[in-house]
C-alpha cells in the first residue's frame, strides 16, 4: 500500500476519497464554482496538492455519471500528474452538451486513480520482431 500525502490550499478543498470500498478511483472535487459554456473548457481547481511516491503517476479521469447527464468529461483524458509535480491539481473539464453547466464548489468533478510506472529504456533498432498483427491498426480488426 503506498501513502500519499494531500495538501489542502484552502477552505473549499476537499481531500479526495473512494466513495466505495474497492474502488480504483478517488474523487475529487471543485473548490471553485464556474460555469463552463457548452461547447467550451474550463480549468477546474480542486484545491489540493498531493506528493506521489517514486515510481507512480496519478491519471485523472473522467466522472461516468457527469459525462452521462450532463456531456461534461475530462478533456485530456487521463491527465497525468507525475510523482514530481507539487502544484494544485487543475482539472480541464469540457462541456460537450447544448446547455451551460455549473460546477459548484465541493462537487464531485473527476477522479483520480493512482498507479506505478514501469520503469524501460527506448533503444533504438532498425527492426522490430514480427507478430500475428504487424501494422494493423485503426480499424484493421473489423467491427463484427
Given at each position: 500500500?503506498?501513502?500519499?500525502k494531500?495538501?489542502?490550499?484552502?477552505?473549499?478543498?476537499?481531500v479526495?476519497?473512494?466513495?466505495?470500498?474497492?474502488?480504483?478511483?478517488?474523487d475529487l472535487?471543485?473548490?471553485?464554482e464556474?460555469?463552463i459554456?457548452s461547447?467550451?473548457?474550463?480549468l477546474i481547481s480542486t484545491?489540493?496538492?498531493?506528493?506521489?511516491?517514486?515510481?507512480?503517476?496519478?491519471?485523472?479521469r473522467p466522472r461516468?455519471?457527469?459525462?452521462?447527464?450532463h456531456s461534461?468529461?475530462?478533456l485530456?483524458?487521463?491527465?497525468t500528474?507525475d510523482?514530481?509535480?507539487?502544484?494544485?491539481?487543475?482539472?480541464?473539464?469540457?462541456?460537450?452538451g447544448?446547455?451551460?453547466?455549473l460546477?459548484e464548489?465541493?462537487?464531485?468533478?473527476?477522479?483520480?486513480?493512482?498507479?506505478?510506472v514501469?520503469k524501460?529504456?527506448?533503444?533504438?533498432?532498425?527492426?522490430?520482431?514480427?507478430?500475428e498483427?504487424?501494422e494493423?491498426?485503426?480499424?484493421s480488426?473489423g467491427?463484427?
Open positions: 500500500m503506498y501513502n500519499v494531500v495538501k489542502l490550499m484552502n477552505k473549499d478543498a476537499l479526495p476519497f473512494q466513495a466505495n470500498k474497492g474502488d480504483a478511483g478517488f472535487f471543485s473548490a471553485e464556474k460555469v459554456k461547447g467550451e473548457a474550463e484545491g489540493i496538492m498531493i506528493e506521489l511516491p517514486e515510481g507512480t503517476e496519478a491519471q485523472i461516468s455519471g457527469l459525462a452521462l447527464k461534461i468529461t475530462v485530456n483524458s487521463p491527465g500528474i510523482e514530481g509535480y507539487r502544484g494544485e491539481i487543475k482539472v480541464i473539464l469540457i462541456n460537450h447544448k446547455k451551460d453547466f460546477v464548489s465541493k462537487m464531485r468533478i473527476a477522479q483520480m486513480v493512482v498507479a506505478p514501469a524501460i529504456n527506448l533503444i533504438q533498432s532498425d527492426e522490430l520482431t514480427n507478430t498483427r504487424g494493423g491498426g485503426f480499424g480488426s467491427t463484427k
